[in-house]
């Protein structure tokens, strides 16, 4: 049966494990978490005044990439809006402005020159650097803001991270170890440690396979095997959702998936 163990989890940050899966099923998860959950990020950007030293294409790049602040049940994705059948209003898409000048010195325009006509949604960060304008230059525009998903474009994606990998265990052989320490003094995560004059293991989590511990006992008296049926995964949100709410997501989205499969073939079998 699967089971789900945390190790770490705050708003932006989790970390688990999951045990009776294989690797087919923890990158599907993965995938999931990277390609089927959506988030707002810009997808037009209209320019009225452009004289900095960048070419439009570039800077709508770049507005794209920025992340912002995602609130899913404010909003449809755009070709499910009831309100408009796809060509786009207030119910499905957000618009920004932006209007910047250089008079006498340089002026750095950053993500927090965006002014969101929705408060809710807008940059997670108003640091991000856009162009910078010399003395005479210019930037007006107007960008549009939508729901998306990463298997469209990576500026939907909504994690920074989603990895995996298998579970180690270290294995100490007690009648082989001598306690000479060699090991601890070669793991560079330094999780060993003589403890009541046994060698244990603290926070296997940090353990990196890298078996520099096998290579320094002398007496075989360490080993470190992974589990093929237990996976440790690594989840960072961008900070458009809160994590716990990208992984849910990810597999309600996964179910639906299977569940539609499911009864595809059931309809198959039914009608031979």
Known sequence: MV???????????????????????????????ISEVPVMAIHEVIFFKNSSSLFDEIIAHRLGLI??????????????????????????????????????????????DL???????????????IVLLNPGESLELEAIAQLGYGKH???????SCAAYG??????????????CGKCIEAC??????IE??????????????CRECINACEREAIDVVLHNDKFIFTIESVGALDVSDIFKIAIDTLTDKFNKIISKIKEIVINQ
Request: charged share 20%; proline share 8%.
């Open 188 to 193: 560079p995560q330094k999780i060993l440690a």
């Open 166 to 179: 298998y579970v180690p265990e270290i294995i100490i052989n007690s009648s082989k170890c001598t306690l």
């Open 67 to 112: 992340p912002l602040k995602t609130i899913l049940k404010k909003y449809y994705p755009v070709d499910l809006c009831p309100n408009c059948n796809g060509k786009g209003c207030s119910s499905c898409q957000v618009r920004f402005t932006l209007q910047k000048q250089a008079i006498d010195t340089p002026v750095l325009v950053t993500s927090g």
């Open 3 to 33: 089971k789900i163990s945390i190790l770490k989890r705050d708003n932006y940050n989790l970390q688990f494990v999951i045990e009776d899966i294989d690797s087919v099923l923890a990158n599907t998860i993965r995938r999931a978490l």
């Open 196 to 209: 009541n004059t046994n060698l244990t293991v603290n926070n296997w989590s940090k353990c990196i396979v």
């Open 153 to 159: 474009h990576a500026k939907w994606q909504p994690v």
């Open 115 to 129: 002014i969101s006509e929705d408060p809710e949604i807008s940059p997670l960060s108003s640091n991000i650097p």
